[in-house]
């Protein structure tokens, strides 16, 4: 792909409307209670008859926040009490324990992440149980490429924390920035210094982590441009290997946090498509590769190198350089992808403790994909990490012919492909530069549930910019 997009902002206005971000397809909200222990259980089984084992990624989910960001649309709990965790640690045992058995042996454990919440909740010397935990119940990989991931929030981890989570074997880190700008940290209850912010970069590469990924959030209140740019340029010269810059959605309806936020202070949708283009602008010509959606990364960067060899993938984790393997998902609310099922826990902590407390699979709800469904998440899998759509491809890998099965979705995608967003130049598509940045609105003309819900009953999806 191209590295650096530029769209005019009409086009944005155009076609920034809500729309699901495809971390899978069909999304979440397609799940059903219908889907329970006995299915996972018969998935599990299926995907180890495979005639070529998958090898496994694992997500341990911690929900513990010591406060509130008010930006948060995230699953968790606020408390300061750190023994709350010991409980949870203890359903998460008996978790693993319940779950580890379905896998045969031999499947290796290629990806081991945690996110929250805040993972650094956890004491190392918890983070260590639990992954030791893990390593005794699962064949973890001893390949070069093996990562083991945490999300951490700088303001509550010390440099010399960060060396015993590398002493671990933690090997990538994502830090939470969203913006150094103090007005806008007041805004959203989130106050966080640079030197603290740096100082665990310069931790995690001493230690020896191969990668640190940054999170940025624009749209949020009381930011502007001059605020925003000079995070950036703190950003590009502390030069980590990936960032992340997602548009903040405010949803006071659901995320009830959100309810603190002014939105008399929240940037104009025009203003909020200027920190876009800024962000855009900025870190291509610091030499970052454009990934899609929110992600850019430096050209060296597995990530870019994942994309540039069609190995990419992305998940519930966002983008991964580990396409070919079944995610598990561990602790509230966690999801997990196993064959062509999607599984979710309980995203109370009640109700998922009663049912590990009872011997139970926490399953409260999930599908089995359909063989239109896989071959429409196979296409969106491929748009969202490729940039194309490989009509010859689908035709021989499903025994369709592409144009009469998609007729629908290709009179959805017409005007896409009038403003340029999208071409055809032999019979696959391929994304523009321009289309990259509106890769959500592209996916949406092929899934099927969002013309088949009534909009009376239809989920609230963020806005595509």
């Known amino acids: 792909m191209e590295t650096s997009p530029v769209i005019p902002t009409d086009l944005l206005r155009r076609y920034d409307r809500p729309g699901p971000r495809y971390t899978s397809y069909p999304t979440a909200p397609q799940f059903s209670p219908a889907f329970g222990e006995e299915q996972l259980r ?25 406060s509130p960001c008010f930006y948060c649309g995230c699953n968790r709990v606020i408390t300061r009490d750190v023994k709350r965790a010991e409980p949870y640690l203890a359903s998460l045992e008996r978790e693993i324990a319940l779950t580890a058995p379905l896998f045969d042996p031999d499947r290796e454990v290629i990806q ?8 650094n909740f956890l ?12 390593q005794r119940q699962f064949h973890f990989s001893t390949a070069e490429d093996r990562d083991i991931s945490i999300e951490l929030d700088p303001r509550h981890v010390t ?12 090997n990538r880190a994502s830090l939470g920035v969203q913006d150094f700008d103090h007005d806008v940290q007041v805004a959203v209850n989130r106050i966080q210094r640079v030197d603290e912010t740096l100082a665990i970069i310069d931790a995690c590469r001493r230690n020896g982590m191969r990668s640190v990924n940054v999170d940025l959030i624009y749209g949020l209140p009381r930011q502007t441009p001059e605020g925003f ?15 992340a810059v997602y548009s903040y959605a405010h949803l006071p309806a659901l995320f009830k946090a959100q309810r603190q936020i002014d939105p008399a202070q929240l940037p104009s949708p025009d203003e909020k498509l200027g920190l876009l283009q800024l962000a855009i602008s900025r870190l291509t010509h610091a030499g970052y590769v454009y990934i899609g959606m929110d992600h850019f990364a430096l050209p ?20 991964t350089t580990h396409a070919d393997s079944d995610l598990i998902g561990l602790g509230v609310s966690a999801i997990s992808h196993i064959g062509n099922t999607f599984s979710q826990n309980p995203r109370d902590i009640p109700t998922w403790e009663a049912a590990l407390a009872a011997g139970r699979l926490p399953v409260v709800r999930g ?6 469904d896989q071959l429409r998440a196979d296409l969106i899998q491929r748009l969202m990490c490729q940039g194309e759509i490989p009509t010859n491809a689908l035709e021989r890998r499903y025994g369709i012919d592409f144009d009469t099965y998609f007729r629908a979705a290709l009179e959805s995608l ?6 340029g967003l999208i071409t055809r130049p032999d019979r696959n598509f391929r994304v523009t530069p321009q289309g990259r940045l509106l890769l959500r609105s592209i996916a949406m003309c092929f899934d099927r549930y969002l013309t088949a819900t009534p909009a009376s009953t239809a989920p609230t999806f963020s806005r595509a910019v």
Not at 302 to 309: D, G, I, S
Not at 367 to 372: A, N, T
Request: aromatic share 6%; charged share 20%; proline share 8%.
């Open 229 to 243: 740019s000079r995070t950036l340029d703190t950003i590009i010269a502390a030069r980590p290997g990936r960032l």
């Open 367 to 372: 599908m089995r994909l359909s063989e239109d």
């Open 300 to 319: 060296d960067d597995e990530l870019a190198r994942a994309q540039t060899r069609g190995g990419l993938h992305r998940n519930f984790m966002g983008y």
């Open 112 to 119: 081991l992440h945690f996110g929250g919440g805040t993972p």
């Open 123 to 134: 004491s190392p010397g918890q983070l260590r149980a639990v992954v030791g935990t893990l």
């Open 159 to 170: 440099p010399d924390e960060i060396a015993m989570l590398a002493d671990i074997g933690f």
């Open 42 to 66: 018969q998935a599990a089984t299926a995907s180890n008859g495979d005639p070529i084992p998958r090898r496994l990624s694992l997500y341990v989910h911690v929900p513990f926040c010591a």
């Open 414 to 419: 017409a005007p896409l492909v009038a403003d």
